[in-house]
């Protein structure tokens, strides 16, 4: 079990940028793939972007591909997520978690893939 942090999430005009941190703590960070996940006001938590345990392969939501960059750093324990031309939609809380399992990339986006959560850090984006 890994017990993670978020932080970065704030106001920020559309069009803006945000670096979210997520720090874990607890386990061997480098054997845990890490995801980020949203939840919009009045809608379900969606999958944004995941990242294997050495770093070397990224997966993203159609969403976000092109404006979003996963990356960690195994060395500091985090995981960061650079949101770039950021738009209203991209209003929500946003949660890192990690998972221990070795499991297909096409799988990354399930939630139920992850055992450790985050408790969320909140980006509002303006028009």
């Known amino acids: 079990q890994v017990q993670l942090v978020e932080s970065g999430g704030r106001l920020v005009q559309a069009g803006g940028s945000l670096r979210l941190s997520c720090v874990a703590s607890?386990?061997?960070?480098?054997?845990?793939?890490m995801g980020w996940f949203r939840r919009a006001p009045r809608k379900e938590r969606g999958f944004v972007a995941a990242?294997?345990?050495?770093?070397?392969?990224?997966y993203y939501a159609n969403s976000v591909k092109g404006r979003f960059t996963i990356s960690r750093d195994n060395a500091k324990n985090t995981v960061y997520l650079q949101m770039d031309n950021l738009k209203p939609d991209d209003t929500a809380d946003y949660y890192c978690?990690?998972?221990?399992?070795?499991?297909?990339?096409?799988?990354?986006?399930?939630?139920?893939?992850?055992?450790?959560w985050g408790q969320g850090t909140q980006v509002t984006v303006s028009s």
């Open positions: 978690a990690a998972t221990s399992w070795r499991a297909p990339r096409s799988t990354w986006y399930q939630d139920e893939l992850y055992a450790d």
């Open positions: 607890g386990g061997t960070f480098s054997n845990y793939a």
């Open positions: 990242i294997n345990w050495s770093g070397d392969d990224t």
